[in-house]
């Protein structure tokens, strides 16, 4: 763990974990970086709450955590270190997630239509337009 940034303990995982999923649900979409900060402070509601468990699970939050960090094993204990750049790169993943795990939900309710396009080589999504169905 030489590299020229700081290095950081997580000295709470559970915390950090439930902090960083709480700072990408509640900041998804946004574009004021000003407001982040603020955003990340102020509690979820508990409908917020129960959005997130069901968009965004600890156990998908806490992988990509423990994929991400470093590692450093003593006897039973393990201690995750992070730097600017990992943090970074756990937010972006986390935030893929929810994006994904969203567009998911919506196609599991029938909101979205999803397919795969070949030759984008990625899914497609779309909304069906209702008037545009030929009426029967």
């Known amino acids: 763990m030489n590299n020229k940034s ?3 303990i997580i000295e709470d995982f559970e915390g950090f974990v439930n902090s960083s999923r709480q700072l ?3 900041n998804l979409g946004e574009n004021n970086n000003e407001d982040i900060i603020s955003t990340m402070l102020s509690d979820l509601t508990p409908e917020e709450v129960t ?5 965004l699970t600890f156990e998908e939050c806490a992988s990509i955590i423990q994929q991400k960090a470093k590692r450093k094993k003593r006897n039973t ?7 600017d750049s990992i943090l970074m790169e756990i ?10 795990n969203i567009l998911n939900s919506l196609a599991n309710k ?5 397919g795969y396009d070949s030759e984008k080589n990625d899914f ?13």
């Open 6 to 8: 700081e290095w950081f």
């Open 24 to 26: 990408v649900f509640k």
């Open 124 to 136: 497609i999504f779309w909304i069906e337009d209702d008037n545009k169905k030929e009426k029967t």
């Open 110 to 114: 029938g909101v979205i239509q999803t």
């Open 51 to 55: 959005e997130m468990n069901e968009l």
């Open 77 to 83: 204990i393990i201690k995750y270190y992070i730097n």
């Open 91 to 100: 937010i972006e993943d986390i935030n893929s997630r929810l994006v994904s």
